[in-house]
């Protein structure tokens, strides 16, 4: 029978207090489990907050709610496992300080995702960011196609950062407007200026049928280009 506030079930559970070393160990081990998921999954699952900081408040949380719910979870395991976090975020935030190298790989790089008008396509490639979520960001920026940006940068955070081209130096680009991006084809109907689909890159032809200067995609497809100006 349970009795109220039998005070060595609720700080320990009847467990021995050598459990509490163990405690350590497996908060580490999620923890790093946690952090490496994360890292995994890409920035932009959880923007607004740094992959390092999300992680903290997922361990918190599940060591501060655990033993409010379950008789079989001790206070004191849970105490011993949030301290510990705290005790590592402090370790890992003065180890981002002194070591770049470190900080590069806790926080990531900012990456040039867009490079005079076009997809900087090794940047591009490493980051999680499917096109159809990149261009709808753009889209709510205001802008119509790529030939308005002169760069455009992933934020360590995961935020698009975008510079203009003065309306004097917009180029021809890739129309990011889904009724004229939808209109993407292999064949190329009449004589124009059109961007690749796939990089943006913007080409001069004919007619026909035409392989990407610049990506060389198999699938290659085509979009009219346009050069209007932004307006904001």
Same mark, same amino acid.
């Given at each position: 029978?349970?009795?109220?506030? *039998?005070? @060595?079930?609720?700080?320990?559970? %009847?467990?021995?207090?050598?459990f509490l070393v163990e405690v350590?160990?497996? +908060? $580490?081990?999620?923890?790093?489990?946690?952090?490496l998921a994360l890292k995994i999954a890409g920035k932009r699952g959880v923007k607004q907050l740094s992959v390092f900081e999300t992680v903290i408040i997922i361990a918190l949380g599940s060591a501060a709610g655990d033993p409010m719910l379950y008789e079989d979870v001790g206070v004191l395991p849970a105490i011993t496992v949030i301290l510990t976090i705290i005790l590592f975020y402090k370790g890992i935030t003065?180890?981002?300080?002194?070591?770049?190298?470190?900080?590069?790989?806790? *926080?990531? @790089?900012?990456?040039?995702?867009? %490079?005079?008008?076009?997809?900087?396509?090794?940047?591009?490639?490493?980051? +999680? $960011?499917?096109?159809?979520?990149?261009?709808s960001e753009l889209r709510a920026k205001s802008i119509e196609h790529l030939g308005q940006i002169?760069?455009?940068?992933?934020?360590?955070?995961g935020e698009i950062s975008t510079f203009y081209y003065p309306d004097e130096d917009v180029k021809y680009g890739l129309p990011i407007i889904p009724q004229l991006y939808n209109k993407r084809n292999k064949i190329i109907p009449t004589s124009g200026i059109y961007a690749c689909a796939f990089c943006g890159n913007v080409e001069e032809h004919s007619?026909?049928?035409?392989?990407?200067?610049?990506?060389n995609d198999k699938k290659q497809e085509w979009v009219l280009a346009i050069n209007t100006k932004r307006i904001s």
């Open positions: 029978m349970i009795q109220l506030l *039998e005070w @060595k079930r609720l700080l320990l559970n %009847d467990l021995p207090g050598l350590v160990f497996r +908060s $580490l081990v999620m923890f790093v489990f946690l952090l003065w180890l981002t300080a002194k070591s770049q190298r470190f900080e590069h790989f806790m *926080e990531g @790089k900012t990456q040039c995702i867009i %490079d005079e008008g076009k997809f900087s396509l090794d940047s591009f490639k490493k980051e +999680s $960011l499917a096109q159809d979520e990149f261009f002169k760069n455009a940068y992933v934020e360590t955070n007619n026909s049928q035409a392989t990407c200067k610049s990506c």
